[in-house]
């Protein structure tokens, strides 16, 4: 079967830095891929990546076979990619409703046109991630948790066919996490393709089908969640980063 | 609810501003003429401005367009006002295109102070051209009608009012403010954020460039100068922020206030006048930074805490 | 040639009191994130302030400059802490309103307080002049100019040497950062904000001996100041130098060859030109 996003050699630099170097992996249909590596690793770069957020030094982006490495946000957004921002960014000024009412508008193929249909869209998305009681209250009252759904809620009502999860589990309790947990199973079951960003990996093992990891922008396994995480350089790729934390701390 | 309420007040005080010249003073309907214009020149930049949150020190330049426009088609090519107008609009509205799609793609203070530029360039341009009289200006035909400029200008206001009113409950609307809170997310969930700029620029210029011609014809003259007048684009700045950036009726509000006061003040010595209208929008950007608009909506609410509330927000 | 030369020497002698000028308002805008619109108001009332100490009190305007900016670092402090700070949170369109009412109130204050009437700061060595290979160099534009050139380059020491300086750096980065240097986030925005108004009343007191004084000068100093600090950039004091000898070799250029109608046209044509191709300005980061 043709996967739903294949990512061939992406490679992404900035002024003197290699934020990604040489990526390719395949996603496909109804896959749910988690995606972790230490923090600047490279995993919200790769997701503005394929987002269209920024665009590639080198390599080759498809979604559903057709190449989108020079379409714009939008586009992409219109063909089904839709993501969350780890640095949440809700419309502040717009309540909680009609922040997730601009997915409905938008999103996959332009969305729907009509205001009463999109509200109506957005409501179902805020009650399935436990959101509705909040739909009248501005974006910026709400606290970190809320934030989380409200990023979820607003990437899933643009109805999206591959959705890209930049730690929207960051920060939630056991139960929190199981309800997310729960939304991301039953979208996949929907036949959406999931890519996961996590950077705890046991929030993360239970969830993926497959595990991709990257550290310092280079693609160092990938494969089941077992056997990734019993190999050895991801271990030292995340040892070394619990010692570099540990001296940190000192400073 | 009370929105029919409202509404019939709203539709009971465009009967009662209809009415006014018929019965009122030349020289209140000459301030009238001012307001109307003044507050539909609000409501253009409310769109580019309010809804999309771009702070557009241009649309002093589509005011100045249309009225060039029109003068130039009545006075060099003898068309009627009506065809001028259009003409003058048009060339406005082109000029919002072409210029938009280069400076849209800056932000914040950057593209105020780029639109600012341009406006102090096209000045010195239409200064310098034959068509447009040079920096003499142009004189237009007399027409001695008060009474009809008077309502060219309410019906503008009111045509302006309804196009933001549509805005506010339409996809295109929440495109706008999408790209006004976020502009990358706003993107990301797939609005075409340069298409939609470019329009909101574009309507914000025909609206202005509307004024421009309606003021112009009315006024009879016309030079760089004063079409091109920054001034004119920082008043609706100002009335905007002031009645409620971003609402369906706050620019209009803002400038009936606002052009009010000014006229009230101007009677007394005019140093005097100046010094109160800066304090007043002082006082106002710290106590009701939301403008008039917010202001009534929440009073009920949170009553005198509304005015502390706002500056808690605020400071630092 | 010789109009060339001279030409490059008044656009030199202009750009140096006009990086002064746009100094301040690069400062606080890159350390606060506000453009303020009543800076060139600030340069007013310091040209204001020197032609009173000039005039009343018979005072050198070149002793009386410490004094001006100092008197306008302490009016900059207070309304910082006072005023502008009550929205300092709020959206860009509404601090720049809130500038733009300090710049009204400010203008007809001074209107009321000083009359409408062009003042000069006359010194008995107004007139005096020298010629330097070919070119006429009048005496109090060379002082003003290397003076205004001394304190940006000392605003660039005290940016780059000192705590406090470095303190303020950290502040434009990230508000939190200033704690690290044990200084109050909000302190650092109101001694940034005086610095600035001191800087702006150090160049009206300039531009009072080296032009003319009105209450309304401000909007178009303002607008100028704009102009640089956008080819400037807001990274350094030394790019705000470049910025204004670019503004002022334009300006000189300009009307030297083109007629003095032109000179705004120019700058504010460079300013969009700037803008369009390079958004960060010609010495800003790229990013
Ligand atoms: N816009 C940018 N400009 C410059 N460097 C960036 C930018 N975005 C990310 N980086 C750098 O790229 C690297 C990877 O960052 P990121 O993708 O955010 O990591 P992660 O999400 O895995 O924590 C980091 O070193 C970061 O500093
Ligand atoms: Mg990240």
Redesign the pocket.
Known sequence: MEPVLSVRHLTKR??G?T?LSDVSFDLGRGEILGLI?P????????VNLISGAFRASEGDLRFEGAPIGALPSHRRAKLGIGRTF?IMRPFPGLSVLDNVAVGALFGTGGGHRQLAIARELAHQKLEFVGLAHRADRPAEALGGPDRKRLELAKALAMNPRLLLLDEVMAGLNLAELEAVFAIVRKVRDEGVSVLVIEHVMKAIRSLSDRLLV?HH?EKIAEGKPQQVLSDPTVIEAYLGRRRAAHEGAGT | MKRPLARAGIVAAFVVLAGIPWIASPSIVQFGINMLLLAALAQGWNIIGGYTGYASFGNSVFYGLGSYGTAIAMLRWHLPFGIGLALGTVIAVIFAALFGRAILRLRGHYFAICTLGLAEVMTAIVSNLEITGRNTGLVLPLLRGDVLFYELSLALVVVATLIVAWIAHSRFGYGLIAIRENEEAAAAMGVDTTRYKVLAFSLSAAISALAGGIHAYWITFIDPVSAFDIGLNVKMIIVTVFGGPGSILGPVLGAFVLSGISEVLSTEISTVAGLFFGAVIVVAVVFMPRGVADLIRRFDKYRWRYFAENVRANRL | MDLLWQGLVNGILLGGLYSLMALGLALVWGVLNIVNLAHGAFIMLGGYACYYMFSGLGIDPFIALPVTMAALFVFGYLLQRHLINLVIRAPMFNTLLLTFGIDVVLTYSAQIAFSADFRTINPSYAGAHFTWLGATIPLVRMIACAIAIALTLLLWLFLARTRLGRAIRATAQNLVAARLYGVEPRSIYALTFGIGAALAGGAGALYGVVSQLNPYIGVSLTAKSFVIAIIGGLESPLGVIAGGLILGLVESMTSLYIGATYTDVASFGILVLVLIVRPTGLFGRTT
């Open positions: 900035f002024a830095l934020a590596g923090n600047g690793a490279g995993k919200t770069t790769l780890q990257l922008g």
